[in-house]
Antibody, heavy 120, light 110 residues
Framework: QVQVVQSGAEVKKPGASVKLSCTASGYTFNQYYMHWVRQAPGQGLEWMGIFNPSAGSTAYAQRFQGRITMTGDTSTGTVYLDLSSLTSEDTAVYYC?????????????WGRGTLVTVSS | QSALTQPASVSGSPGQSITISCTGTSSDVGGYNLVSWYQQHPAKVPKLMVYEVIKRPSGVSNRFSGSKSGNTASLTISGLQADDEAVYYCCSYTTSGTLVFGGGTKLTVL
């Protein structure tokens, strides 16, 4: 079955970091980019960045620069999102979603999301 | 990068057609044919409905269609059904090599 499987919910204190995972299943990992999108409670979708599994390269949304890191492990088909200096405003569901490699920019397969709660 | 502009809500009766607009700039919507639309039911994962302005993924009803004129893209849903009630998001590639979403439009089927 073609899917992306995300890690479980996290609860963090302000100032902490969180590392989320997203594992590809049923398709060739390095033939798709992986994007991360988040959604705060009751709010819209917000694009965070893209990871290229073939090159290990990344591009991040300006507002996260300096506290976001995306990495990957081709041996397990897993992409990681590391977000530091958490505040309550980072409380959200974090989705990973794949995009076919090439000049394509549509998110055709989404994970079920990981809820991150930041609270003291 | 500012979010794309969508109406907060639209509504229609079963069988009718509605159109949701998505306004950006020449640096995103107007500059590329790389607009996509996503449907999100409450507490569900977003689903791709239209990509590259006018294309539909396999399995998506032909009642959903996309278009673009200048800096504004549109999603039209014809023959409205109860299950179409959801929030719809547009998304565009930008000159910065990033993606930007619209704020979302809640569709109510009366």
């Amino acid at each position: 079955q073609v899917q992306v499987v995300q890690s479980g919910a996290e609860v963090k204190k302000p100032g902490a970091s969180v590392k989320l995972s997203c594992t590809a299943s049923g398709y060739t990992f390095n033939q798709y980019y992986m994007h991360w999108v988040r959604q705060a409670p009751g709010q819209g979708l917000e694009w965070m960045g893209i990871f290229n599994p073939s090159a290990g390269s990344t591009a991040y949304a300006q507002r996260f620069q300096g506290r976001i890191t995306m990495t990957g492990d081709t041996s397990t088909g897993t992409v990681y999102l590391d977000l530091s200096s958490l505040t309550s405003e980072d409380t959200a569901v974090y989705y990973c979603a794949r995009v076919p490699m090439g000049p394509f920019w549509y998110l055709d397969l989404w994970g079920r999301g990981t809820l991150v709660t930041v609270s003291s | 990068q500012s979010a794309l502009t969508q109406p907060a809500s639209v509504s229609g009766s079963p069988g009718q057609s509605i159109t949701i607009s998505c306004t950006g700039t020449s640096s995103d919507v107007g500059g590329y044919n790389l607009v996509s639309w996503y449907q999100q039911h409450p507490a569900k994962v977003p689903k791709l409905m239209v990509y590259e302005v006018i294309k539909r993924p396999s399995g998506v009803s032909n009642r959903f269609s996309g278009s673009k004129s200048g800096n504004t893209a549109s999603l039209t849903i014809s023959g409205l059904q109860a299950d179409d009630e959801a929030v719809y998001y547009c998304c565009s590639y930008t000159t910065s090599g990033t993606l930007v979403f619209g704020g979302g439009t809640k569709l109510t089927v009366l």
